[in-house]
């Protein structure tokens, strides 16, 4: 049966997802197996221990996202017998799905739900965002997000063969039609009318810069995770990812950043005495 994209993806992965007695949200590594198709469990441990070591090397504790257990399951008889399994996080998850079978279509689909989550959780625990009240501290604090991961994202283009000025801007054009429906940068100038000697970035309020900054981190990962190399292939994963982002909008209810009002230029909320001062 193919399986549909959005709410019902939602849903899926949402419907296993368990609460413990701390309301802590967590995932059972044998529902998930089961959810991505695998048909037995031993083939999906090798998964789960790629997912650990892309853990350790993000610099993250295995055991904070990984917990092994025993789950006693009835066999009949009232008799019960020990099944090992794994308690994960919601970025245990996410781990896991990037580093699953890439040819299964729940694979694929669970790799946008998890990271658009995780990215989302990221930004919620971050303490700096959570003490930001008004939209416009939020706009210079994710301004100042996307600077820094937009450096990260031409390192990592670099690297797969996007090396000139003209090779980088075609780049990024890419993202942006994969974003905003097909639309370029110089289409997105002309459609929110901005003259073109403005930066797209510094006219996006909160939302929109959001969602570009999961476009850019998101790209970037798939660019080194994959080993991309050849300026039409990162051309076209970071279209690839532009158009995972937008579905995800659209399955949230979100309104198209193409449709998202013009803000006000960023440079002029920049001042001394901003304790978010964009860089």
């Given at each position: 049966m193919k ?48 997912a650990k ?84 501290e939020k ?141």
């Amino acid at each position: 049966m193919k399986i549909k994209t959005s709410n019902k993806t939602k849903t899926v992965f949402e419907k296993i997802k368990k609460i413990d007695s701390k309301k802590n949200e967590y995932w059972s590594a044998r529902d998930l197996a089961k959810i991505l198709e695998y048909s037995e469990y031993r083939h999906f441990k090798a998964v789960i221990d790629k997912a650990k070591e892309a853990c350790k090397n993000s610099g993250q504790k295995i055991i904070d996202h990984f917990e092994e257990v025993l789950d006693m399951v009835g066999i009949g008889s009232g008799a019960s017998r020990p099944l090992d399994n794994v308690i994960l996080s919601r970025y245990a998850c996410y781990l896991i799905v990037q580093n699953a079978s890439p040819d299964k279509e729940i694979v694929a689909l669970g790799q946008t739900y998890f990271a658009v989550q995780t990215r989302i959780q990221e930004i919620q625990q971050t303490q700096d965002y959570n003490d930001l009240v008004t939209e416009e501290e939020k706009r210079l604090f994710l301004r100042n997000e996307m600077t820094s991961h937009n450096k990260k994202l031409a390192d990592a283009a670099k690297k797969a063969g996007v090396i000139t000025p003209i090779d980088y801007a075609i780049f990024q054009n890419h993202g942006y039609m994969g974003l905003y429906g097909g639309l370029d940068a110089k289409k997105i100038h002309k459609n929110k009318g901005l003259k073109k000697s403005e930066n797209i970035l510094d006219h996006m309020g909160s939302t929109e810069l959001a969602a570009n900054l999961f476009r850019a981190t998101q790209t970037e990962e798939k660019l080194k995770r994959e080993n991309i190399v050849g300026k039409a292939k990162a051309n076209q994963a970071h279209n690839e990812v532009g158009k995972k982002v937008r579905a995800t909008i659209k399955e949230l209810g979100g309104t198209m950043p193409e449709n998202l009002p013009v803000a006000a230029s960023i440079k002029n909320l920049n001042s001394p005495k901003k304790k978010n001062k964009i860089t």
